[in-house]
């Protein structure tokens, strides 16, 4: 039999890759086996997941709950439309469900597959929403840049990563980027979306677009004033606030969402990964009350969009069992309690470290920035390559991280399952400063 690194190359183009690393060196490693925080190559050595993959599988690895009901649905009713208004139990219940656990007044849910098409789905909504109240100029949707909303045809377009946009050529029409309040402040980022709205003026802006927590730029923390900020923006100039909760939906931030450290309450919310803890392709968007009143009274006709897995019965079922997993374990209050104790561990790291600059975490969502100097932070020349660096001496030591190097930073990232425990936690602590001291030597930088 072909080895599989061999196969992998000749057949598997894989997403958000170097094709030509790919085929010179291979996979990085392939995986078997998942149980809890850890996963399993071939050659039998084990990780700890620190991402959850891609932030998403929040109750951990091998949880055979959702084999189970996956298997139960399937016997039942494995595949059934949602189209012409045809319907089926696991996706309402799921769609209650969701409405009881969102801010008060989002109660209304449209399904998808994952997130690009949720931030898609939002735009187009929020178009149609305008288009029946008789303001068709009000399709332009702002987002900030470093966000990232996934990479379907508007949402790349909402993505503020020009990484994504060089791929395929130029971006679609009407989808603005404004400064964000990282390395910046409140004021200047507000000031910022202010200017582009009244340069555009407000009747062709449909809606603006956040994550909470922008997260495949760097894990960056927005301050406490800043979502607060945009919201009375868009009350004053009339326009949708869509929070993107893709990645801190369902416990990650140690809330239940993203959104409710800063307690303002969006328009619209998207989400996927964590809804099933990635067991199974799933996403959505639940709007306001407000947005459903408009859509029942005055949206005549089909409502033409939608996916064939929109709705679907078995990733529902997948979806409340998980859901439900996240409540019976307390996994919220666990992700807001380890999540403080990697932030301890991060600050003990830059302390007993030179290159490390700012850290930061809210819930089990962190990162730690990379830095020539610490003392004066400044950064490194891009030609040091110090994240992909640092990202190996990781994965040599059984630690599967992220790292982002647009615009210059050297940013690692870390979202382990909500489920981790005080010892696994203290353990990937451990991995991560024996790791970033081994670079720092490595490099010849003295220790403070």
Not at 118 to 130: E, F, G, Q, T
Not at 296 to 314: C, V, W
Not at 322 to 343: C, D, F, M, P, W
Request: aromatic share 8%.
């Amino acid at each position: 039999m072909e080895d599989l690194f061999e196969l992998d190359k000749k057949h598997f183009i894989h997403p958000t890759s170097s094709i030509m690393q790919q085929q010179k060196d291979g996979a990085k490693a392939i995986m078997t086996k998942g149980v809890g925080i850890y996963v399993t190559d071939t050659n039998n050595k084990e990780y700890i997941d620190a991402v959850s993959s891609l932030w998403n599988v929040n109750i951990g690895h091998g949880r055979t709950e959702l084999a189970e009901v996956a298997s139960e649905q399937m016997k039942k009713l494995a595949f059934s439309s949602a189209f012409s208004t045809f319907s089926h139990e696991p996706a309402i219940r799921l769609a209650k469900k969701i409405a009881e656990l969102t801010p008060q007044g989002l109660n209304a849910v449209f399904f998808t597959s994952g997130g690009s098409e949720s931030n898609d789905s939002a735009v187009k909504l929020s178009r149609h929403y305008w288009k029946i109240q008789n303001k068709p100029t009000k399709r332009k949707i702002i987002s900030l840049k470093r966000g990232y909303h996934g990479v379907a045809a508007a949402s790349t377009s909402i993505t503020g990563i020009p990484e994504f946009w060089n791929m395929a050529g130029h971006l679609m029409n009407d989808f603005l980027h404004v400064e964000t309040p990282y390395r910046s402040t409140t004021e200047k980022a507000i000031t910022s979306l202010q200017s582009m709205i009244e340069q555009e003026t407000k009747e062709t802006i449909a809606a603006i677009i956040v994550e909470p927590v922008q997260g495949a730029g760097g894990v960056l923390i927005p301050p406490t004033d800043y979502l607060e900020a945009v919201r009375e923006l868009c009350d004053f100039y009339n326009i949708l606030f869509i929070a993107d909760e893709v990645i801190t939906g369902f416990g990650r931030t140690g809330t239940m969402f993203g959104m409710e450290n800063w307690h303002v309450i969006p328009d619209a919310m998207t989400f996927a990964k964590g809804v099933t803890s990635g067991y199974i392709p799933m996403g959505g968007v639940v709007v306001s009350d407000h947005i459903h009143t408009v859509l029942k009274e005055k949206s005549k006709g089909t409502l033409f969009h939608g996916f064939t897995y929109s709705g679907h019965p078995t990733a529902a079922a997948v979806a409340l069992k998980n859901i439900e997993i996240i409540e019976q374990e307390s996994l919220v209050t666990n992700a807001k309690e380890r999540g403080l104790e990697l932030l301890n561990g991060f600050q003990k790291i830059q302390k007993k470290t030179s290159i490390v600059g700012e850290v930061r975490a809210i819930g089990l969502i962190g990162a730690i920035e990379l830095v020539q100097d610490s003392s004066t932070s400044q950064p490194f020349s891009p030609d040091v390559g110090i994240t992909p660096v640092v990202i190996n001496a990781l994965h040599e030591r059984g630690v599967i991280s992220r790292g982002v190097t647009y615009d210059g930073s050297n940013i690692l990232c870390f979202a382990p399952p909500l489920i981790i425990t005080k010892q696994e936690t203290k353990e990937l602590i451990s991995r991560i400063s024996d790791a970033i001291l081994f670079v720092q030597q490595k490099l010849g930088v003295s220790q403070d």
